[in-house]
């Protein structure tokens, strides 16, 4: 027979074993959630290569069968017409325009002129880098060498041909600017 003693020690000895297996079960909870953490970032920024400024110009009314020449002497917006900064050496400058379906004009020239240059540059003041007509009407690629400000005069050189009453024309020329050809 068991005395009240030994009962009493026994009934605090599962107590003790009750809580202690409580405390073992919130020990494994807690340590569940505990855990380390760090955040990285990664930036970058991307660099603008040119910034374009360019200007539109109104040529006036040619009469059929008439040439006309325009500089920017004659039509003051074809001087500067295309205005750009560099940020690197070797930029490529692109002439992209629909001369081609100017099926009103026998001749639709652009001739472009270089006459702002960056000290050091292979190209001068008053150089043509490009020329581009009804049948070459992109031009690939312009070395821009050093970077810089630079900008560019047009010289047209136009010819239209019969029409039977008024068009109104309109040559579209698309400027950019990239770092690799």
């Avoid at 073992?24 to 603008?48: L, R």
């Avoid at 150089?127 to 070459?136: A, K, L, M, R, S």
């Amino acid at each position: 027979m068991l005395t009240n003693e030994y009962m009493s020690l026994n009934r605090n000895d599962k107590l003790k074993g009750i809580l202690l297996l409580i405390l073992s079960f919130s020990v494994v909870g807690v340590s569940a959630y505990v855990y380390q953490q760090a955040t990285m970032t990664i930036d970058q920024t991307i660099v603008e290569v040119a910034t374009i400024t360019l200007k539109n110009s109104d040529l006036g009314n040619l009469k059929e069968g008439e040439s006309a020449s325009y500089t920017k002497a004659t039509v003051a917006n074809l001087g500067d017409a295309i205005s750009l900064t560099t940020q690197e050496a070797n930029v490529y400058l692109h002439l992209d325009s629909d001369l081609d379906t100017m099926t009103t004009h026998t001749t639709y020239e652009i001739v472009v002129k270089a006459f702002t240059v960056p000290g050091g540059s292979s190209i001068t003041s008053g150089d043509t880098v490009c020329t581009i007509n009804v049948g070459t009407p992109d031009y690939s690629a312009v070395d821009l060498d050093v970077a810089g400000t630079w900008t560019f005069d047009f010289e047209i050189s136009t010819s239209v041909g019969s029409v039977n009453s008024d068009v109104v024309t309109q040559a579209s020329i698309i400027v950019s600017a990239e770092s690799t050809t």
